[in-house]
């Protein structure tokens, strides 16, 4: 049984650019959760989402950021017009009902 | 609302030596508590929890963590490192898990380094 797959691994995208940062969760989960790592800081929370729904959201920034898990293919954690502030690791989770199970990343760099 | 805090953001320990990671937490309701262990450039992988029961938690790796409610602390203990100990160790907390849904807040991160 796979884990949580993330893709890709590593993001370099220019001031202006959208980024789109893809998570498979693990064979049976239906609840999927991205989080946030700056530089030298813990995990915050962004989003939690069901299959088709947004359950919470009240981790995301306002603008530019958006979030889906469609009912099928892998959620996708969008950015649009990114940022030298969004350079940061972007890791999801996958639950089935509890415990969740962490993807190994995705390390977004804006230049 | 909940939080977590771990005051020590560095932690240097010669190898085979003890060791304690420090977590204190607040809640407004019962918990449950977590360590993760991250290695670079890695995920993070859980190395115990705490849902009820046994104050006294045993994880992965020969660590341990103890449940001590009026201090609303979770230490992370390992009686004696070994240089693949290596990481940052993120505490964390969540409230119950209300329809599959559980909300985690981490603290910021101890980076344990094992000298030779």
């Known amino acids: 049984n796979a884990g949580v797959m993330q893709n890709p691994r590593h993001l370099v995208r220019r001031r202006g650019q959208e980024a789109r940062l893809r998570c498979s969760p693990m064979?049976?989960?239906?609840?999927v959760y991205w989080y946030r790592q700056l530089p030298e800081e813990g995990l915050k929370f962004m989003v939690y989402l069901q299959k088709e729904n947004i359950i919470d959201e009240s981790g995301m920034p306002k603008e530019r950021f958006s979030a889906e898990f469609p009912k099928e293919g892998p959620s996708i954690l969008r950015i649009q017009q990114v940022v030298r502030g969004d350079s940061a690791a972007y890791f999801c989770a996958s639950s089935s009902s509890g415990e969740q199970y962490f993807g190994p990343g995705t390390r977004l760099t804006v230049t | 609302a909940q939080s977590v805090t771990q005051l020590d953001s560095q932690v240097p320990v010669f190898e085979e030596a003890p060791v304690e990671l420090r977590c204190n937490y607040s809640?407004?309701?019962?918990?449950?508590l977590f360590w993760y262990v991250q290695y670079p450039n890695q995920g993070l992988q859980l190395l115990l929890k705490?849902?009820?029961?046994?104050?006294l938690v045993k994880g992965i790796n020969g660590f341990e963590a103890e449940f001590n409610k009026s201090q609303t602390s979770f230490h992370l203990r390992k009686p004696s490192v070994h240089i693949s100990d290596t990481a940052e160790y993120f505490c964390?907390?969540?409230?119950?898990?209300?329809?599959?849904?559980?909300?985690?807040?981490f603290g910021t991160g101890t980076k344990l380094q094992v000298i030779p």
């Open positions: 064979k049976g989960h239906s609840h």
């Open positions: 809640s407004s309701v019962s918990v449950y």
């Open positions: 705490y849902l009820s029961g046994s104050t």
């Open positions: 964390a907390v969540s409230g119950p898990n209300s329809g599959g849904y559980q909300k985690v807040t």
